[in-house]
């Protein structure tokens, strides 16, 4: 037994490999193959090759929305981090130029320590040696896309960085480069055509119908309509006092940003579109018909409503009319006939008055207001705010009449909102019924007492022969259509989720080195970009210091030929001195 030896591991034999001649195509595949298991940049892309003095194959990805920011390589299927941020930017900037400054000094602030966690934090790498992709929405102020470059050129000192628009991201995710993309997100719902990768941004329509506006809708809705149940205020009473008796209305301190987020991603769909054909004689309203009553009837508190919810307007007066408590309850009542979802209790935390340590409080959430706070989204008629359905039919009637075809057919829905569940079906049903429904009759009287009245006027009249070309790429639920047109392409997108397509893309984009117009560090220094010694810039610290035309934008492009240009060149008249001495 002593003598006995442990065996060594088998390893392969080296001289079988010299033995087996191999083409050059087979002996540089050996040579990548024996040099990947040194340093790889990242584990799901197999090369170590650099293409720069500072910069590796893979990009870092950064999609900044709104609410959300997605992060990641280049070459990945998902991003690395998701996660919330705080809301970055305002509806208007300040007309006070000192204010102004002061405001992007904080802007600047709260952009770096995010960017830095990006970098430091979420993917772990050193900015030095990644290119970055920043995917950007077409309506990007330009001065938060200068504060952008400013942070990571100068402070994070990346080698280049890419500005590439988030539709025609959105659109490369799904092997397409023509289509019309509608962006529903936090702030605005907008809509995009492109054409064979060029977007058309002067056909770009948009509307303030966003998660956002569903956000202070559910909130109205649930402070009107909603139940609240305190904690007892010992367990004796959690015992013996019935919960009908501790029921109150839901106080605002409840329902946080956190409570509502998780009300509107977790609990809350889209159903189906109504039928009020059966409600024909029904007094309830639209929503946007109470927002008008409501804003006529309390005209003088229009200030004090900041939230942009058709509801919120009818609470913030304690008097109410009668009248509109009828107009309320009338629409509370429509909702609760075309609902069929069920009541949801949800444990929340309790006012500070109310936490004596017996528990948490219970938010009761309505079935309806769960199923039909999303019809906010749905209900147009508005100038200044069109539903989300007809942003997509205005941004067709805009682009010229040989691309309708194709780009209706060609839909594709992105962004957070859109990840409701239902929402595409119903956006996809309310597409079809905004073209087909008949307009009202006109209610013009006649230009003269023996002529007859003028007809109605269509809006969509020029768009009902493409109805049975209207697809949605990405819908879910395509309805069956033999023979039309639109089964073709009615959800035959990859599954991605709409909130990730973008950022799928400019991964797609990083790895296939097609990322947009690249900005060098060479080129921001050269245009004046760079900081002095002490950290500060060399020209004035304002938003018009940032060097001019080195950021690509949409806004400062040249007009397209056969436009008269912006600013004319002055003409320049000879001198008729000189004219005079030659001719003698």
């Given amino acids: 037994m002593s003598h006995l030896t442990v065996p060594s591991t088998p390893r392969s034999r080296t001289h079988f490999a010299a033995q087996v001649p191999l083409t050059p195509a087979g002996a540089l595949n050996a040579a990548r193959t024996a040099r990947s298991g040194l340093v790889q940049a990242s584990p799901h892309y197999q090369t170590t090759r650099r293409h720069s003095l500072y910069g590796t194959e893979d ?3 950064i999609d900044p929305g709104s609410r959300v920011w997605k992060v990641g390589f280049s070459g990945e299927g998902r991003p690395r981090d998701v996660f919330f941020v705080a809301p ?24 770096q320590a995010h ?13 030095k040696s990644r290119k970055v992709i920043i995917v950007e929405h077409p309506l990007l102020p330009v001065y938060v896309k200068d504060i952008l470059a400013r942070i990571l050129f100068e402070n994070l000192q990346v080698p280049s960085i890419s500005f590439a628009s988030s539709h025609l991201l959105a659109l490369l995710s799904v092997g397409r480069i023509t289509g019309l993309v509608l962006d529903c997100g936090e702030l605005e719902s907008t809509a995009l055509p492109i054409f064979s990768s060029r977007p058309l941004f002067h056909q770009l329509r948009t509307t303030p119908l966003a998660g956002a506006r569903l956000t202070s809708h559910v909130r109205a809705l649930l402070l009107l309509f909603g139940t609240y149940l305190p904690p007892p205020t010992s367990l004796s009473a959690a015992v013996n006092m019935p919960t009908s008796s501790r029921s109150t209305r839901v106080p605002l301190e409840v329902l946080s940003d956190t409570v509502l987020e998780e009300i509107k991603t977790r609990c809350s769909f889209v159903g189906e579109a109504m039928d009020m054909t059966s409600d024909s004689d029904d007094s309830a309203p639209s929503e946007s018909d109470l927002s008008r009553i409501s804003a006529d009837q309390e005209s003088n508190a229009g200030a004090a ?33 075309h609902s069929t979802a069920t009541d949801l209790h949800l444990k929340v935390m309790p006012p500070v008055s109310q ?98 009245r003028p007809p109605a006027y269509d809006r969509y009249a020029t768009l ?75 020209e004035d610290d304002t938003a018009d210091s940032f060097p001019a035309h080195v950021i690509p934008d949409w806004t400062r492009t040249p007009l397209p030929m056969g436009a008269p240009p912006a600013n004319p060149p002055p003409t320049q008249t000879l001198d008729p001195t000189p004219l005079a001495a030659v001719g003698a």
């Fill in 59 to 61: 990009r870092i990805v």
């Fill in 88 to 111: 970055l930017l305002r509806l208007q900037r300040s007309p006070d130029p000192i204010q102004r400054d002061e405001e992007d000094r904080v802007l600047a602030a709260r952009l």
């Fill in 115 to 127: 960017l830095r966690a990006v970098f430091h934090d979420s993917l772990l790498t050193d900015p």
């Fill in 305 to 337: 409503s900041s939230d942009f919810s058709i509801v919120s307007k009818s609470q913030v007066l304690p008097e109410r009319s009668s009248r509109s408590e009828h107009k309320l309850q009338a629409l509370a009542n429509l909702y609760m006939r």
């Fill in 355 to 452: 936490q004596t340590g017996t528990g948490l409080g219970t938010l009761v959430v309505p079935g309806w207001i769960r199923e039909r706070g999303s019809e906010v989204l749905f209900e147009g008629g508005d100038v200044d705010e069109s539903s989300v359905a007809e942003t997509i039919l205005d941004c067709l009637l805009k682009i010229p009449v040989d691309l309708r075809k194709i780009l209706a057919s060609s839909i594709l829905v992105t962004g957070g909102t859109a990840m409701l569940p239902g929402f595409i079906p119903r956006l996809q049903a309310e597409l079809i019924r905004a073209i087909v429904t008949s307009p009202p009759s006109s209610a013009r009287p006649p230009m003269a007492p023996g002529r007859p």
């Fill in 464 to 538: 009902r022969p493409l109805v049975p070309c209207f697809a949605i790429l990405n819908n879910p639920s395509p309805t069956p259509l033999s023979g039309a047109p639109a089964s073709t392409n009615a959800g035959k997108a990859p599954a991605f989720t709409p909130a990730t397509m973008a950022w799928v893309g400019g991964s797609l984009a990083g790895a296939l080195k097609t990322g947009g117009v690249e900005v060098p560090r060479e080129k921001w220094d050269e245009a004046g970009g760079h900081s002095g010694p002490d950290g500060s810039t060399e």
